[in-house]
């Protein structure tokens, strides 16, 4: 059976039993911010279970990608060393919210597993969770299978829960026995790693976890407590490749037909031969880890220095790590994508979809890597040598972070290629460096001036933002306002998020007096508008005030941030869909978008983007806010933010046909208001993240009229018209270039008369005529001329040595005629090395003509007067 079989008759059989097929959820789990990565089958019902959200059937089966690395289920460790580890795998799964229980799903994977997929029923064995009598009792009344092969085991394999909170219940396990000829002892089974219950059921070279259900019953709460659920569910989970494995008689996973084309073409690419005990682990690391890195960045993950685009990053440098160890050092990891999209694809289309996104992000990232990495194993071998030298084997802590600080080194790493010499990380030490850095990075945030006096404010009510319709509110109360912080029951202040920055203005007391605000920021519920303790000072709760937001400021703001929206639309219009926002910036002054992408953006491609949001500008289309449900803007195509987490109820920006977003910010009522959009500058601020800046209104208009001063006074300058101003300056620069050739000349000719008598006032060495000396002249290609008429003028035997200084500098020129080249074995090159030792350099170059420079222009008359003896020694030497 193939792996596409396999998925097949999962799906048909629980598609027969009443389930509605239900499509893979993203791999990387966007809208929960407790996931890093989607780590099983259950992870998209999770607010089903959790009863804040209902589906529109109650059966569901599925197969989903999931990646475990980094979080409570983590397997990257053991990846590569063990058959069946992997990060990435697929989870194959049915489901009951509310309705059926553990009945039928004790019955139905009994029955799937013997009849549809013919399993030997005396291999399967069984857990349960230590107090689950009922589940035993079902699994011998509804299935075969008996009961000394029904083992009770604790929380820790019978419990199962999918991170530190969330749904949880006791869960009943299905294990496969490999038979004795896998260990190579005929021992029992129900005896291999403790059947007595007191012990795991675990001997991961025989018996192996095929399929674990789940009855979910609990909410397991940040506070460690259980909470039941309203309704009894039912989660299931089978491990695709291992049932493949066991399906196609296999040793390992990666034996199956799902991992055969990956592991075939690293084979290709390797210079060593798959070898058991050897290379294998490298071969499976490649290979589960490039499955890994293309489903996740095809889901919209990056490698980054942070969170899930940290571990992805580990991930990658595993895998590039292990390739050396199979004579892979150039890029190789994009190379297998088309291979894995060749397998998967069908499954999985948005694979194809993003294949060149997926290569591109997988080649930067190895081509970075590959650099640190040659570095940073220099600084491995000399930490060893070190360490060798002191009678250590242990890597310091501070070696290890700087291994990490500097060469992007992730400490596991370090410990693999410790362990590889035998030694060990002070792990210890380590953290303690990590946590000295973090202390450092916090101080220079508070430092750098971001708002921190937020804490212990107590607000207990919302304060209601009105700054959506008005800039003026006159009848706000004073809530709290400490030390600065103000709190008001209502407020016009827009507090700094999604990028937009906060608003400024004053506060008015029912006295007279003006308080200004100096920023505004949120804190939970409250919006606290930062004012100067001592103006503040008089502020009580309980007293009236009105509030201004500075409305020009504001408005600028709001220019921005609408052609932000304009902006983020035309990027992807123009450059791809796999344009994605990574962060932005909008201020008075400036917009700033950062986004996906892999290259420069390019001087024409700027130009269309630009003209483009001129012209929905021009348009003048009408920006429409409205609110609605998350799921419903989801579905109408809204672009979010993916690393938020959105309400359920969320506020969404439609631009007409153009643009469509998830955002709590403020914005113009049409695109005509932001007058004029200029962008300035294009950068790259990380590998695969681009950064654009862009000047909207009067920030645009009062650039074009600075570019405009500047084209005047330049043209004044150069005595021209703006309009003939390139012609000028390229006429300019000809001349400039002609002047520079004719003085050049001028200078050769006074250096002939130099030459001459330098030629006049040659030195006999042992036959040889040496003519040397030092002269003046602007350039080193004038010197190099200077260099050619002296050898056509020599004649005979003889070596021309010739010195000049630019800027302290010294150079030195020496020419070699080719009498003295044939006839007495001189070589200019050689000479030039000799020479220039007098003047603290070194140089070299052909037999006839070389150049060499110096440091020490102080001892070039010494050098002139040493070089017949120079010439003398070569002689006795050639
Ligand atoms: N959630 C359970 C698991 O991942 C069953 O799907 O093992």
Same mark, same amino acid.
């Given at each position: 059976?193939t792996?596409?079989e396999?998925?097949?008759?999962?799906?048909?059989?629980?598609?027969?039993?009443?389930?509605?097929?239900?499509?893979?959820?993203?791999?990387?789990?966007?809208?929960?911010?407790?996931?890093?990565?989607?780590?099983?089958?259950?992870?998209?019902?999770?607010?089903?279970?959790?009863?804040?959200?209902?589906?529109?059937?109650?059966?569901?089966?599925?197969?989903?990608?999931?990646?475990?690395?980094?979080?409570?289920?983590?397997?990257?460790?053991?990846?590569?060393?063990?058959?069946?580890?992997?990060?990435?795998f697929?989870?194959?799964?049915?489901?009951?919210?509310?309705?059926?229980?553990?009945?039928?799903?004790?019955?139905?994977?009994?029955e799937?597993l013997?009849?549809?997929?013919?399993?030997?029923?005396?291999?399967?064995?069984?857990?349960?969770?230590?107090?689950?009598?009922?589940?035993?009792?079902?699994?011998?009344?509804?299935?075969g299978?008996?009961?000394?092969?029904?083992?009770?085991?604790?929380?820790?394999?019978?419990?199962?829960?999918?991170?530190?909170?969330?749904?949880?219940?006791?869960?009943?396990?299905?294990?496969?026995?490999?038979?004795?000829e896998?260990?190579?002892?005929?021992?029992?089974?129900?005896?291999?790693g403790?059947?007595?219950?007191?012990?795991?059921?675990?001997?991961?070279?025989?018996?192996?976890?095929?399929?674990?259900?789940?009855?979910?019953?609990?909410?397991r709460?940040?506070?460690?407590?259980?909470?039941?659920?309203?309704?009894?569910?039912?989660?299931?989970?089978?491990?695709?490749?291992?049932?493949?494995?066991?399906?196609?008689?296999?040793?390992?996973?990666?034996?199956?037909?799902?991992?055969?084309?990956?592991?075939?073409?690293?084979?290709?690419?390797?210079q060593?031969?798959?070898?058991?005990?050897?290379?294998?682990?490298?071969?499976?690391?490649?290979?589960?880890?490039?499955?890994?890195?293309?489903?996740?960045?095809?889901?919209?993950?990056?490698?980054?220095?942070?969170?899930?685009?940290?571990?992805?990053?580990?991930?990658?440098?595993?895998?590039?790590?292990?390739?050396?160890?199979?004579?892979?050092?150039?890029?190789?990891?994009?190379?297998?994508?088309?291979?894995?999209?060749?397998?998967?694809?069908?499954?999985?289309?948005?694979?194809?979809?993003?294949?060149?996104?997926?290569?591109?992000?997988?080649?930067?990232?190895?081509?970075?890597?590959?650099?640190?990495?040659?570095?940073g194993?220099?600084?491995?071998?000399?930490?060893?040598?070190?360490?060798?030298?002191?009678?250590?084997?242990?890597?310091?802590?501070?070696?290890?972070?700087?291994?990490?600080?500097?060469?992007?080194?992730?400490?596991?790493?370090?410990?693999?290629?410790?362990?590889?010499?035998?030694?060990?990380?002070?792990?210890?030490?380590?953290?303690?460096?990590?946590?000295?850095?973090?202390?450092?990075?916090?101080?220079?945030?508070?430092?750098?001036?971001m708002?921190?006096?937020?804490?212990?404010?107590?607000?207990?009510?919302?304060?209601?933002?009105?700054g959506?319709?008005?800039?003026?509110?006159?009848?706000?109360?004073?809530?709290?306002?400490?030390?600065?912080?103000?709190?008001?029951?209502?407020?016009?202040?827009?507090?700094?998020?999604?990028g937009?920055?906060?608003?400024?203005?004053?506060?008015?007391?029912?006295?007279?007096d003006?308080?200004?605000?100096?920023?505004?920021?949120r804190?939970?519920?409250?919006?606290?508008?930062?004012?100067?303790?001592?103006?503040?000072?008089?502020?009580?709760?309980?007293?009236?005030?009105?509030?201004?937001?500075?409305?020009?400021?504001?408005q600028?703001?709001?220019?921005?941030?609408?052609?932000?929206?304009?902006?983020?639309?035309?990027?992807?219009?123009?450059l791809?869909?796999?344009?994605?926002?990574?962060?932005?910036?909008?201020?008075?002054?400036?917009?700033?978008?950062?986004?996906?992408?892999?290259?420069?953006?390019?001087p024409?491609?700027?130009n269309?983007?630009?003209?483009?949001?001129?012209?929905?500008?021009?348009?003048?289309?009408?920006?429409?806010p409205?609110?609605?449900?998350?799921e419903?803007?989801?579905?109408?195509?809204?672009?979010?933010?993916?690393?938020?987490?959105?309400?359920?109820?969320?506020r969404?920006?439609?631009?007409?046909?153009?643009?469509?977003?998830?955002?709590?910010?403020?914005?113009?009522?049409?695109?005509?208001?932001?007058? /004029? +959009?200029?962008?300035v500058? $294009?950068?790259?601020?990380?590998?695969? @993240?681009?950064?654009v800046? #862009?000047?909207? =209104?009067? &920030?645009?208009?009062?650039?074009?009229?600075?570019?405009?001063?500047?084209?005047?006074?330049?043209?004044?300058?150069?005595?021209?018209?703006?309009?003939?101003?390139v012609?000028?300056?390229?006429?300019?620069?000809?001349r400039v270039?002609?002047?520079?050739?004719?003085?050049?000349?001028?200078?050769t000719?006074?250096?002939?008369?130099?030459?001459?008598?330098?030629?006049?006032?040659?030195?006999?060495?042992?036959?040889?005529?040496?003519?040397?000396?030092?002269?003046?002249?602007?350039?080193i290609?004038?010197?190099?001329?200077?260099?050619?008429?002296?050898?056509?003028?020599?004649?005979?035997a003889?070596?021309?040595? /010739? +010195?000049?200084?630019?800027? $302290?500098?010294?150079?030195?020129?020496? @020419?070699?005629?080719?009498? #003295?080249?044939? =006839?007495? &074995?001189?070589?200019?090159?050689k000479?030039?090395?000799?020479?220039?030792?007098?003047?603290?350099?070194?140089?070299?170059?052909?037999?006839?003509?070389?150049?060499?420079?110096?440091?020490?222009?102080?001892?070039?008359?010494?050098?002139?007067?040493?070089?017949?003896?120079?010439?003398?020694?070569?002689?006795?030497?050639?």
């Amino acid at each position: 059976m193939t792996g596409a079989e396999l998925r097949k008759s999962f799906i048909e059989f629980f598609a027969d039993r009443g389930h509605s097929i239900v499509p893979s959820a993203s791999v990387v789990p966007w809208d929960d911010p407790t996931l890093l990565f989607t780590n099983a089958g259950m992870n998209q019902f999770k607010d089903v279970f959790l009863g804040k959200s209902t589906r529109e059937y109650v059966r569901a089966v599925d197969f989903q990608k999931c990646i475990r690395a980094g979080g409570k289920h983590n397997d990257l460790e053991d990846v590569g060393r063990s058959p069946i580890h992997q990060t990435f795998f697929e989870m194959l799964g049915n489901w009951s919210f509310g309705d059926y229980y553990k009945e039928e799903a004790i019955t139905w994977a009994w029955e799937l597993l013997t009849e549809r997929l013919k399993l030997p029923a005396e291999r399967l064995w069984v857990t349960v969770f230590r107090e689950d009598d009922e589940a035993e009792l079902l699994w011998q009344r509804h299935t075969g299978v008996p009961a000394d092969r029904i083992l009770r085991f604790d929380e820790k394999d019978n419990f199962w829960e999918m991170g530190e909170t969330g749904p949880c219940g006791p869960n009943s396990e299905i294990h496969y026995d490999l038979g004795p000829e896998r260990i190579g002892r005929n021992e029992d089974p129900g005896h291999v790693g403790g059947a007595n219950g007191d012990q795991a059921l675990e001997d991961p070279a025989r018996l192996v976890e095929i399929w674990n259900l789940v009855f979910i019953q609990y909410d397991r709460g940040a506070d460690g407590a259980l909470t039941p659920l309203p309704s009894r569910h039912v989660d299931t989970g089978m491990g695709f490749e291992r049932m493949l494995t066991i399906l196609q008689g296999v040793d390992s996973n990666y034996e199956t037909d799902v991992f055969r084309p990956l592991m075939d073409h690293i084979g290709e690419l390797s210079q060593h031969a798959y070898a058991e005990g050897n290379t294998d682990v490298a071969y499976r690391v490649v290979a589960d880890h490039i499955r890994a890195l293309a489903f996740a960045i095809t889901d919209g993950a990056l490698p980054s220095n942070e969170g899930r685009g940290y571990v992805l990053r580990r991930i990658l440098r595993r895998a590039a790590r292990f390739g050396r160890n199979l004579g892979l050092s150039d890029p190789f990891l994009y190379r297998l994508v088309p291979t894995l999209i060749e397998e998967m694809g069908a499954a999985y289309p948005e694979l194809p979809a993003t294949q060149d996104k997926v290569e591109q992000v997988v080649k930067s990232e190895e081509e970075s890597f590959g650099r640190t990495l040659d570095h940073g194993i220099e600084l491995f071998e000399d930490i060893v040598e070190q360490a060798g030298a002191e009678g250590r084997n242990e890597i310091r802590g501070e070696e290890a972070f700087k291994l990490y600080d500097t060469y992007g080194f992730p400490v596991d790493l370090t410990q693999l290629m410790a362990e590889e010499k035998d030694m060990t990380v002070d792990m210890a030490g380590f953290e303690a460096e990590m946590g000295q850095q973090r202390e450092r990075s916090t101080k220079a945030r508070v430092t750098a001036g971001m708002p921190s006096v937020t804490a212990d404010l107590k607000v207990e009510n919302p304060t209601r933002f009105l700054g959506y319709d008005t800039l003026a509110v006159e009848d706000a109360d004073v809530v709290t306002a400490e030390g600065g912080s103000v709190v008001l029951t209502k407020t016009p202040f827009y507090a700094e998020s999604g990028g937009q920055v906060g608003d400024t203005g004053w506060l008015e007391t029912e006295s007279g007096d003006r308080i200004a605000v100096l920023d505004t920021t949120r804190d939970g519920v409250a919006i606290i508008h930062h004012c100067d303790p001592e103006s503040a000072s008089d502020l009580k709760p309980g007293m009236t005030v009105t509030v201004r937001v500075d409305g020009a400021r504001r408005q600028s703001i709001m220019r921005n941030h609408t052609a932000t929206h304009l902006l983020h639309a035309v990027l992807r219009e123009t450059l791809g869909a796999h344009v994605e926002q990574r962060g932005s910036v909008v201020a008075p002054d400036r917009l700033r978008f950062d986004f996906s992408h892999f290259s420069a953006v390019t001087p024409e491609e700027l130009n269309a983007i630009e003209r483009r949001v001129n012209e929905l500008v021009w348009e003048n289309i009408g920006v429409e806010p409205f609110e609605t449900d998350l799921e419903d803007a989801k579905r109408q195509g809204a672009m979010a933010l993916f690393t938020e987490k959105y309400e359920d109820r969320v506020r969404v920006v439609r631009i007409g046909e153009m643009s469509l977003e998830l955002c709590g910010g403020t914005h113009l009522g049409a695109t005509g208001e932001i007058g /004029l +959009f200029r962008l300035v500058r $294009e950068s790259g601020i990380a590998a695969g @993240v681009r950064r654009v800046e #862009a000047l909207t =209104g009067a &920030g645009a208009y009062e650039a074009v009229k600075r570019d405009e001063g500047l084209v005047a006074g330049t043209a004044e300058a150069l005595k021209s018209e703006p309009e003939d101003l390139v012609k000028r300056a390229g006429d300019l620069t000809a001349r400039v270039r002609e002047l520079e050739r004719h003085i050049r000349e001028l200078s050769t000719d006074s250096a002939r008369n130099w030459i001459d008598d330098m030629i006049g006032g040659a030195v006999d060495a042992d036959g040889v005529a040496v003519a040397a000396g030092r002269v003046d002249c602007p350039d080193i290609d004038t010197l190099r001329a200077m260099g050619d008429t002296l050898r056509e003028r020599l004649s005979g035997a003889a070596v021309g040595v /010739l +010195f000049a200084s630019f800027e $302290e500098r010294p150079v030195c020129i020496v @020419v070699v005629t080719d009498g #003295a080249i044939s =006839g007495r &074995g001189l070589h200019a090159g050689k000479l030039a090395r000799d020479v220039a030792a007098f003047i603290g350099g070194g140089g070299g170059g052909k037999a006839h003509m070389a150049q060499a420079g110096g440091k020490d222009a102080s001892r070039i008359d010494e050098a002139v007067e040493q070089a017949p003896g120079v010439v003398e020694q070569h002689l006795r030497d050639a």
